[in-house]
């Protein structure tokens, strides 16, 4: 690294936001996907969109590759550093700017942490709806680079429907306030194009996002399966006949085993082989009505017992079971490997039995825990990354299982992004002509290609597109 | 586990490796660091910690002084211990590394720490006399002038709430009988610094079990739990002193000649004594004795809350209102109390029996103080960092009291409030219920006339 | 421009040649209508090399939403998509729906209907509106209270891009996130940027019951209030709106509109709330409230392309926006529509058309307005401007952020400018 980059970088940010020695660096070589890694040059920790600015002009003139990171809970390896590249954290900005209990809406820096903004707004009555499981360590800026989801998107969408407005430091350093909410945008949707663009076209600092009103009834219902495929087929049933719950979670017997025995035992039943966890708020009369219609179709598919959360702590505790189940498969095993993929909903039963099959031809140990409703699977393989063969099988499952969620009609991620993990298997979903329009719109942002480079396009399909530009691609 | 040898320590040996593999680097810890979320470093969060330990372990990355800072930096809160999935064991592993950077020479605690520790929290006289001393500069009005010339470390110090007088400082009896209908008999745990800055607290618990229908047996012989030693990287010097404690528990028996319940007041001791077992290796003998004496420890909000005593609580309680004069109260979760020991609620529950009493909810009340056990006075300005959202956090709930569990938090509490000039009482638990079951007199709102510089 | 047409007949068969007029352009447009994307491929690759500029469009319904398409004076041709027609996918279970641009929103609405869903934009005019046409324009239905703008419900796209390529983007899933999100971009992109050809929507499901609340209010103090207690409450009505009252009486200027639906249960609960609130109040339910509902959103001026203005302002300051709209257009007679919601509100007020509209007294009068509306938060454009209205500029409002970005996301993605360059700024 430059001397000259390392002291106009100290000057902006601090000595505290900048880290450089071996040790402070060392953490930032991978994300949660962490059999990718790469220890950065330098990890930049500027306070305000000032500060950011400031970085990425030098690093503009200095023509350093830049990788945003919000915590790092990312599973695709979005943040994971790049060659003679510099992390640009957004850690310290993490200041709720204001609430606007009227709007329903709230100005926060980037790097606040999920619920840390539902907590400030809960004595408004409101609450802020994407809720990654990660949500208690997650950054709202990384929310919004992966368009994150959750299990209550389902019913109120992923994170793309709640950002009304963003201020992005392009790679160049300029400073495009686009915060202002709008009912419509004004000339092409920016905002709405930022979001989950995995870090390739800036770094959105400030972001005004949507609130809700804290539902006044809510109750979750805990349906018990003696078999995977029964519980997929009530979720296809409930969305078929237009019930509207809030969330409609599985998860399978090896994880609830993990689940039990983690510190956030759920009282999930050991004997079952799925629970189907599903939630319904609103109104009194929404919850009566839907709760009314919803039990018939969990029992028709064979629920043997049919459990309801009462009281808040219970509701808690059932969904920290949810929340918490890919950690708590770390007992299992030192390492897991999420896998992300979507499906159409009416195709979970085919693609859980192919899943599972892919898995034991290449006996590795699977769990499934998924987000139902939105076809969302999440394959989870343990493993351990210190034994090379199971690693390359893991990946090689990976591989086999996005491979037949696209033979069916599917595609590689519902809420974690593409990032490295996923890189190839661009080119299985999309054709050359696809990915060249995405490689012309990250140009628009990034002419140099330095904001995450190597992520989300396959970087040859961008090499080609460049060539192919009438104007000799310098444009 | 650690070796005594003077020869260097190979750096996998700096590393409990076992342990670190339980991580799965989800991050769900990071959040809830205190380190992390002042810094935004994620060497400073319990992911990145781990991810260091494993990487000393894997000899990639060398145990340098930057390591060892980022190790004495945590705050040993365990907050992470309550959010981790995984069931990483964060406290067990981060005691393993500070005793084995010591041992190899890596870190070096201050000679005062050092001599506080094989010294002065292991023999009662010896306390007794430090505690003497700091009193006499207190009222001769020389103490602000010795800790400026201590610099910053003595500028936090110098806020250190007055040394009570000797009275307040006597030493507990060895028995003090239930005060009504006898229910059992409990032994508690008196403490090394406990009866020397907050002896009353001490006895409002023990008040507070007596007249709850509790004899209360204190073993005279006894000094340290050894929980600053675990924390501080002096392994050795907590199996010692484990040792020592668990033998004076041992003798003290209930009405039946079953081991009585050890109470304690002090969330850390508490936490540690809980834990005593890991001190020991599964084939030393002493790991048998450690568990059955930890079954027996119960934190004294634990205790009250159980069905048995709360009955007698709840008979012993004023009638008119007691709560009443406190104006509104809120409740801050030790970290050893909530994160280490699992306990959350009795405190809680305990309070909301008092008639009158009007509680609210601290926000972040589980994000720890800086207190810390001697953390605040080896990293003072961390330690203040660590503490100023806590004040933010306090403001927001407008209570006029903040109940706590522990000494540590109790001290740090008082002498941040007297710095920032808020005008909140500080009061353990256990004085909250001694109010509230006191016989006669009256129930006083007022701040102590000490308080601080 | 008769040659121009020669040409495309030349490429594509007398049957795909026809004329567009446009609202604010002196002449009418030639206009090609491929009957298949690889007709449109053809002819894309044909408009590059020959430096013809190309305006997709749908239905034409729309075209007054953005600026006519320039460059002055060159050839401009406009290629709709509206021979695309057919549902490609609709799979009930699924809750999505995947058509060609072409087909009619009605068709769409009609199918859905069948398996009960709910199309949403529930847009007027739907038996002429396109599926690409209301994409391409942006166009939000009156929905959008409950089930929000129809940029959150494009899940995919496949599109024909400057070059002439085919490139799809999303899919046919709820969930997705796979790539860069440019159906986000393509929508409301007026055809600047690429010719969708397909596109799958998000569906909504349809109520069970409907009913339909109405009350009046005495003012725009008054319709604030009454809106902001129902967008505030619990009730979840499927819309909102008020029109003004012609002629209004002393005690109501306007007539407020509330669309419910749901479970039965859930709609006689709002249907009680919503009488609390606005008491008196007249309910409107079963078929009665469908056709009611139906009426109200297809209001002559926004199924017909007359001009009309399309103010946005805060809801606070909506009573000041009525004043200053109406001080602003009292010497004429006018229709005013108002679509309040939580965080803003649209106010849609009719102009006059064709000879009857003066033009140079618009001219004045929109920036004008512009600057108090902005004063106030508010933001104004003008929809289907005549032509002397168009020209002069002033319907549009300029764009005050990322107008560079969205040159250089024009001239990536078309950097031979095949498609008409002017429909949102000079160049752009």
Same mark, same amino acid.
């Given at each position: 690294?430059?001397?000259?980059?390392?002291?106009?970088?100290?000057?902006?940010?601090?000595?505290?936001?900048?880290?450089?020695?071996?040790?402070?660096?060392?953490?930032?070589?991978?994300?949660?996907?962490?059999?990718?890694?790469?220890?950065?040059?330098?990890?930049?920790?500027?306070?305000?969109?000032?500060?950011?600015?400031?970085?990425?002009?030098?690093?503009?003139?200095?023509?350093?590759?830049?990788?945003?990171?919000?915590?790092?809970?990312?599973?695709?390896?979005?943040?994971?550093?790049?060659?003679?590249?510099?992390?640009?954290?957004?850690?310290?900005?993490?200041?709720?700017?204001?609430?606007?209990?009227?709007?329903?809406?709230?100005?926060?820096?980037?790097?606040?942490?999920?619920?840390?903004?539902?907590?400030?707004?809960?004595?408004?009555?409101?609450?802020?709806?994407?809720?990654?499981?990660?949500?208690?360590?997650?950054?709202?800026?990384?929310?919004?680079?992966?368009?994150?989801?959750?299990?209550?998107?389902?019913?109120?969408?992923?994170?793309?429907?709640?950002?009304?407005?963003?201020?992005?430091?392009?790679?160049?350093?300029?400073?495009?306030?686009?915060?202002?909410?709008?009912?419509?945008?004004?000339?092409?949707?920016?905002?709405?194009?930022?979001?989950?663009?995995?870090?390739?076209?800036?770094?959105?600092?400030?972001?005004?996002?949507?609130?809700?009103?804290?539902?006044?009834?809510?109750?979750?219902?805990?349906?018990?399966?003696?078999?995977?495929?029964?519980?997929?087929?009530?979720?296809?049933?409930?969305?078929?006949?237009?019930?509207?719950?809030?969330?409609?979670?599985?998860?399978?017997?090896?994880?609830?085993?993990?689940?039990?025995?983690?510190?956030?035992?759920?009282?999930?039943?050991?004997?079952?082989?799925?629970?189907?966890?599903?939630?319904?708020?609103?109104?009194?009369?929404?919850?009566?009505?839907?709760?009314?219609?919803?039990?018939?179709?969990?029992?028709?598919?064979?629920?043997?017992?049919?459990?309801?959360?009462?009281?808040?702590?219970?509701?808690?505790?059932?969904?920290?079971?949810?929340?918490?189940?890919?950690?708590?498969?770390?007992?299992?095993?030192?390492?897991?490997?999420?896998?992300?993929?979507?499906?159409?909903?009416?195709?979970?039963?085919?693609?859980?039995?192919?899943?599972?099959?892919?898995?034991?031809?290449?006996?590795?140990?699977?769990?499934?825990?998924?987000?139902?409703?939105?076809?969302?699977?999440?394959?989870?393989?343990?493993?351990?990354?210190?034994?090379?063969?199971?690693?390359?099988?893991?990946?090689?499952?990976?591989?086999?299982?996005?491979?037949?969620?696209?033979?069916?009609?599917?595609?590689?991620?519902?809420?974690?992004?593409?990032?490295?993990?996923?890189?190839?298997?661009?080119?299985?979903?999309?054709?050359?002509?696809?990915?060249?329009?995405?490689?012309?719109?990250?140009?628009?942002?990034?002419?140099?290609?330095?904001?995450?480079?190597?992520?989300?396009?396959?970087?040859?399909?961008?090499?080609?597109?460049?060539?192919?530009?009438?104007?000799?691609?310098?444009? | 586990?650690?070796?005594?040898?003077?020869?260097?320590?190979?750096?996998?040996?700096?590393?409990?490796?076992?342990?670190?593999?339980?991580?799965?680097?989800?991050?769900?810890?990071?959040?809830?660091?205190?380190?992390?979320?002042?810094?935004?470093?994620?060497?400073?969060?319990?992911?990145?910690?781990?991810?260091?330990?494993?990487?000393?372990?894997?000899?990639?990355?060398?145990?340098?002084?930057?390591?060892?800072?980022?190790?004495?930096?945590?705050?040993?809160?365990?907050?992470?211990?309550?959010?981790?999935?995984?069931?990483?064991?964060?406290?067990?592993?981060?005691?393993?590394?500070?005793?084995?950077?010591?041992?190899?020479?890596?870190?070096?605690?201050?000679?005062?720490?050092?001599?506080?520790?094989?010294?002065?929290?292991?023999?009662?006289?010896?306390?007794?006399?430090?505690?003497?001393?700091?009193?006499?500069?207190?009222?001769?009005?020389?103490?602000?002038?010795?800790?400026?010339?201590?610099?910053?470390?003595?500028?936090?110090?110098?806020?250190?709430?007055?040394?009570?007088?000797?009275?307040?400082?006597?030493?507990?009896?060895?028995?003090?009988? +239930?005060?009504?209908? #006898?229910? /059992?008999? &409990?032994?508690? $745990?008196?403490?090394?610094?406990?009866?020397?800055?907050? =002896? %009353? !607290?001490?006895?409002?618990?023990?008040?507070?079990?007596?007249?709850?229908?509790?004899?209360?047996?204190?073993?005279?012989?006894?000094?340290?739990?050894?929980?600053?030693?675990?924390?501080?990287?002096?392994?050795?010097?907590?199996?010692?002193?484990?040792?020592?404690?668990?033998?004076?528990?041992?003798?003290?028996?209930?009405?039946?000649?079953?081991?009585?319940?050890?109470?304690?007041?002090?969330?850390?001791?508490?936490?540690?004594?809980?834990?005593?077992?890991?001190?020991?290796?599964?084939?030393?003998?002493?790991?048998?004795?450690?568990?059955?004496?930890?079954?027996?420890?119960?934190?004294?909000?634990?205790?009250?809350? +159980?069905?048995?005593? #709360?009955? /007698?609580? &709840?008979?012993? $309680?004023?009638?008119?209102?007691?709560?009443?004069?406190? =104006? %509104? !109260?809120?409740?801050?979760?030790?970290?050893?109390?909530?994160?280490?020991?699992?306990?959350?609620?009795?405190?809680?529950?305990?309070?909301?029996?008092?008639?009158?009493?009007?509680?609210?909810?601290?926000?972040?009340?589980?994000?720890?103080?800086?207190?810390?056990?001697?953390?605040?006075?080896?990293?003072?300005?961390?330690?203040?960092?660590?503490?100023?959202?806590?004040?933010?956090?306090?403001?927001?709930?407008?209570?006029?009291?903040?109940?706590?569990?522990?000494?540590?938090?109790?001290?740090?509490?008082?002498?941040?409030?007297?710095?920032?000039?808020?005008?909140?009482?500080?009061?353990?638990?256990?004085?909250?219920?001694?109010?509230?079951? #006191?016989?006669?007199?009256?129930?006083?709102?007022?701040?102590?006339?000490?308080?601080?510089? | 421009?008769?040659?121009?047409?020669?040409?495309?007949?030349?490429?594509?068969?007398?049957?795909?040649?026809?004329?567009?007029?446009?609202?604010?352009?002196?002449?009418?447009?030639?206009?090609?209508?491929?009957?298949?994307?690889?007709?449109?491929?053809?002819?894309?690759?044909?408009?590059?090399?020959?430096?013809?500029?190309?305006?997709?469009?749908?239905?034409?319904?729309?075209?007054?939403?953005?600026?006519?398409?320039?460059?002055?004076?060159?050839?401009?041709?406009?290629?709709?998509?509206?021979?695309?027609?057919?549902?490609?996918?609709?799979?009930?279970?699924?809750?999505?729906?995947?058509?060609?641009?072409?087909?009619?929103?009605?068709?769409?609405?009609?199918?859905?209907?069948?398996?009960?869903?709910?199309?949403?934009?529930?847009?007027?005019?739907?038996?002429?509106?396109?599926?690409?046409?209301?994409?391409?324009?942006?166009?939000?239905?009156?929905?959008?209270?409950?089930?929000?703008?129809?940029?959150?419900?494009?899940?995919?796209?496949?599109?024909?891009?400057?070059?002439?390529?085919?490139?799809?983007?999303?899919?046919?899933?709820?969930?997705?996130?796979?790539?860069?999100?440019?159906?986000?971009?393509?929508?409301?992109?007026?055809?600047?940027?690429?010719?969708?050809?397909?596109?799958?929507?998000?569906?909504?499901?349809?109520?069970?019951?409907?009913?339909?609340?109405?009350?009046?209010?005495?003012?725009?103090?008054?319709?604030?209030?009454?809106?902001?207690?129902?967008?505030?409450?619990?009730?979840?009505?499927?819309?909102?709106?008020?029109?003004?009252?012609?002629?209004?009486?002393?005690?109501?200027?306007?007539?407020?509109?509330?669309?419910?639906?749901?479970?039965?249960?859930?709609?006689?609960?709002?249907?009680?709330?919503?009488?609390?609130?606005?008491?008196?109040?007249?309910?409107?339910?079963?078929?009665?409230?469908?056709?009611?509902?139906?009426?109200?959103?297809?209001?002559?001026?926004?199924?017909?392309?007359?001009?009309?203005?399309?103010?946005?302002?805060?809801?606070?300051?909506?009573?000041?926006?009525?004043?200053?709209?109406?001080?602003?257009?009292?010497?004429?007679?006018?229709?005013?529509?108002?679509?309040?919601?939580?965080?803003?509100?649209?106010?849609?007020?009719?102009?006059?058309?064709?000879?009857?509209?003066?033009?140079?007294?618009?001219?004045?009068?929109?920036?004008?307005?512009?600057?108090?509306?902005?004063?106030?938060?508010?933001?104004?454009?003008?929809?289907?401007?005549?032509?002397?209205?168009?020209?002069?500029?002033?319907?549009?409002?300029?764009?005050?952020?990322?107008?560079?970005?969205?040159?250089?996301?024009?001239?990536?993605?078309?950097?031979?400018?095949?498609?008409?360059?002017?429909?949102?700024?000079?160049?752009?």
């Amino acid at each position: 690294m430059d001397p000259k980059l390392i002291d106009g970088l100290r000057a902006i940010v601090g000595p505290a936001g900048l880290l450089a020695d071996d040790v402070r660096r060392k953490p930032y070589e991978s994300d949660a996907l962490a059999y990718l890694k790469r220890i950065p040059e330098l990890v930049v920790l500027p306070r305000d969109t000032r500060q950011c600015a400031a970085v990425m002009e030098l690093c503009a003139r200095h023509r350093v590759p830049v990788v945003a990171r919000g915590a790092g809970t990312g599973l695709s390896g979005g943040a994971t550093p790049v060659e003679g590249g510099i992390v640009l954290g957004l850690a310290r900005m993490r200041d709720v700017l204001a609430i606007d209990p009227e709007r329903r809406i709230a100005r926060v820096q980037a790097g606040v942490v999920n619920s840390d903004l539902s907590i400030a707004t809960a004595k408004h009555g409101l609450f802020y709806a994407p809720d990654p499981s990660s949500q208690k360590a997650c950054t709202l800026g990384g929310n919004v680079a992966e368009n994150s989801g959750g299990p209550h998107c389902f019913r109120h969408g992923s994170t793309t429907r709640h950002v009304e407005g963003l201020v992005i430091v392009t790679a160049r350093g300029d400073v495009l306030d686009l915060s202002r909410p709008r009912a419509d945008p004004l000339g092409l949707d920016l905002v709405g194009l930022f979001v989950g663009s995995e870090g390739l076209f800036g770094i959105a600092t400030e972001l005004t996002l949507r609130l809700l009103p804290i539902p006044p009834v809510t109750e979750t219902l805990l349906a018990i399966y003696t078999s995977l495929e029964a519980a997929c087929q009530a979720v296809t049933q409930v969305i078929a006949e237009g019930l509207e719950p809030s969330a409609l979670e599985i998860i399978d017997k090896l994880t609830i085993e993990a689940v039990e025995a983690s510190v956030l035992a759920a009282g999930y039943p050991q004997d079952a082989e799925a629970v189907l966890l599903v939630e319904v708020e609103g109104s009194e009369a929404e919850v009566a009505s839907q709760t009314r219609a919803l039990e018939p179709i969990l029992r028709a598919f064979g629920a043997f017992e049919l459990r309801r959360a009462r009281d808040e702590a219970e509701r808690a505790r059932l969904w920290a079971g949810r929340k918490g189940a890919f950690g708590a498969m770390g007992r299992i095993a030192p390492d897991l490997y999420v896998i992300d993929a979507v499906v159409p909903r009416t195709k979970l039963a085919a693609l859980v039995r192919a899943t599972t099959a892919i898995c034991r031809e290449r006996r590795l140990k699977l769990a499934n825990v998924f987000h139902a409703g939105d076809g969302n699977l999440h394959p989870n393989i343990s493993y351990d990354r210190r034994d090379q063969d199971e690693l390359a099988r893991v990946i090689d499952a990976g591989h086999a299982i996005l491979r037949t969620c696209i033979e069916h009609g599917g595609a590689l991620s519902g809420e974690h992004g593409i990032g490295l993990e996923k890189l190839e298997a661009m080119e299985w979903l999309f054709t050359q002509d696809d990915l060249a329009a995405m490689c012309r719109v990250k140009e628009a942002w990034d002419p140099e290609g330095r904001m995450n480079p190597g992520k989300l396009i396959p970087v040859h399909t961008c090499m080609e597109t460049r060539s192919a530009l009438p104007s000799g691609g310098r444009a | 586990m650690s070796t005594r040898d003077d020869a260097p320590m190979t750096p996998s040996a700096l590393v409990d490796y076992a342990k670190s593999l339980d991580c799965i680097h989800c991050g769900l810890c990071l959040n809830s660091c205190p380190t992390y979320r002042l810094t935004g470093a994620e060497s400073s969060s319990p992911r990145g910690r781990i991810h260091l330990m494993r990487a000393v372990a894997e000899q990639e990355l060398a145990p340098d002084a930057a390591f060892v800072d980022e190790m004495d930096f945590c705050l040993l809160c365990r907050n992470c211990e309550s959010v981790c999935p995984s069931g990483v064991h964060f406290g067990a592993m981060m005691e393993h590394t500070r005793d084995a950077l010591v041992k190899s020479g890596r870190s070096k605690p201050r000679g005062l720490v050092r001599f506080a520790f094989d010294h002065v929290l292991r023999k009662r006289w010896m306390l007794r006399l430090a505690t003497r001393a700091g009193r006499t500069l207190q009222l001769m009005g020389t103490w602000r002038i010795f800790f400026t010339h201590l610099g910053k470390h003595g500028r936090l110090l110098a806020d250190v709430p007055d040394i009570p007088p000797a009275r307040e400082r006597r030493r507990m009896p060895a028995l003090t009988k +239930a005060a009504c209908d #006898r229910r /059992g008999a &409990v032994a508690m $745990l008196e403490g090394c610094v406990m009866p020397e800055l907050y =002896g %009353r !607290v001490n006895r409002a618990a023990a008040s507070v079990l007596s007249r709850s229908g509790f004899d209360v047996q204190v073993p005279r012989d006894h000094v340290c739990c050894g929980s600053l030693h675990a924390h501080n990287g002096d392994l050795d010097g907590a199996r010692a002193l484990a040792r020592s404690t668990i033998a004076a528990f041992e003798p003290l028996v209930d009405e039946h000649g079953a081991p009585a319940p050890v109470v304690v007041d002090s969330a850390g001791c508490g936490a540690h004594m809980k834990e005593y077992a890991h001190l020991f290796a599964s084939d030393d003998p002493w790991h048998g004795r450690a568990k059955a004496f930890s079954a027996r420890v119960k934190d004294f909000s634990e205790f009250l809350a +159980a069905p048995l005593a #709360r009955d /007698g609580l &709840v008979r012993a $309680l004023r009638t008119d209102a007691p709560g009443q004069a406190l =104006g %509104r !109260v809120t409740y801050d979760d030790p970290c050893h109390l909530c994160h280490a020991q699992g306990v959350r609620k009795p405190p809680r529950e305990l309070l909301d029996l008092v008639p009158g009493l009007e509680r609210v909810e601290l926000p972040y009340s589980e994000q720890c103080c800086g207190s810390a056990g001697i953390y605040s006075m080896l990293r003072p300005a961390d330690s203040l960092a660590i503490f100023a959202p806590k004040v933010a956090a306090l403001d927001e709930t407008g209570a006029r009291v903040l109940v706590t569990a522990n000494p540590g938090c109790h001290l740090q509490w008082d002498t941040g409030l007297a710095r920032e000039r808020r005008d909140v009482r500080v009061m353990p638990l256990a004085e909250v219920l001694e109010l509230a079951t #006191r016989p006669d007199g009256r129930v006083t709102a007022s701040r102590p006339a000490s308080g601080g510089a | 421009m008769i040659e121009l047409a020669d040409r495309v007949r030349g490429l594509l068969g007398p049957r795909a040649v026809g004329e567009l007029e446009w609202r604010g352009r002196k002449d009418p447009l030639a206009l090609a209508l491929p009957a298949s994307v690889d007709e449109m491929q053809v002819l894309l690759r044909w408009a590059r090399a020959e430096h013809v500029s190309v305006v997709p469009v749908g239905a034409g319904s729309k075209l007054g939403w953005s600026r006519p398409p320039g460059p002055r004076g060159g050839d401009v041709l406009a290629l709709s998509t509206r021979r695309l027609q057919r549902i490609v996918e609709y799979e009930p279970g699924e809750g999505v729906i995947t058509a060609l641009a072409g087909t009619r929103m009605a068709t769409l609405r009609d199918a859905a209907r069948e398996h009960g869903h709910w199309l949403t934009p529930d847009v007027p005019a739907a038996e002429n509106a396109t599926l690409g046409g209301v994409i391409a324009a942006g166009q939000s239905g009156r929905d959008r209270l409950r089930h929000g703008p129809v940029r959150h419900h494009v899940l995919g796209v496949r599109a024909l891009m400057a070059d002439a390529t085919l490139a799809k983007s999303g899919g046919r899933l709820v969930k997705n996130v796979t790539g860069f999100d440019l159906p986000r971009l393509f929508t409301g992109s007026h055809g600047a940027l690429c010719v969708i050809v397909e596109a799958t929507l998000r569906l909504a499901v349809a109520p069970r019951v409907e009913a339909v609340v109405t009350a009046s209010a005495r003012d725009g103090a008054e319709l604030a209030a009454r809106a902001r207690a129902v967008v505030r409450s619990r009730a979840r009505p499927i819309s909102l709106h008020a029109a003004r009252l012609d002629p209004p009486t002393e005690a109501a200027q306007f007539a407020l509109f509330a669309h419910l639906g749901g479970h039965d249960e859930v709609v006689r609960d709002e249907i009680a709330l919503l009488r609390e609130l606005w008491e008196p109040a007249a309910v409107f339910e079963g078929a009665e409230a469908v056709e009611l509902a139906r009426g109200q959103r297809e209001i002559d001026f926004l199924v017909e392309p007359r001009p009309w203005l399309h103010a946005t302002t805060s809801p606070e300051s909506l009573p000041a926006v009525l004043g200053a709209l109406d001080r602003a257009t009292a010497f004429l007679p006018t229709r005013t529509l108002v679509e309040p919601a939580l965080a803003s509100v649209d106010v849609q007020l009719r102009m006059p058309d064709g000879e009857k509209l003066d033009a140079a007294r618009w001219i004045e009068l929109v920036p004008a307005l512009r600057r108090e509306l902005a004063a106030l938060g508010g933001s104004l454009t003008v929809r289907n401007p005549t032509r002397k209205l168009a020209d002069s500029g002033v319907p549009w409002p300029p764009i005050e952020h990322g107008g560079a970005l969205m040159r250089a996301l024009r001239d990536r993605l078309d950097p031979d400018s095949v498609f008409a360059r002017g429909r949102f700024e000079e160049d752009l």
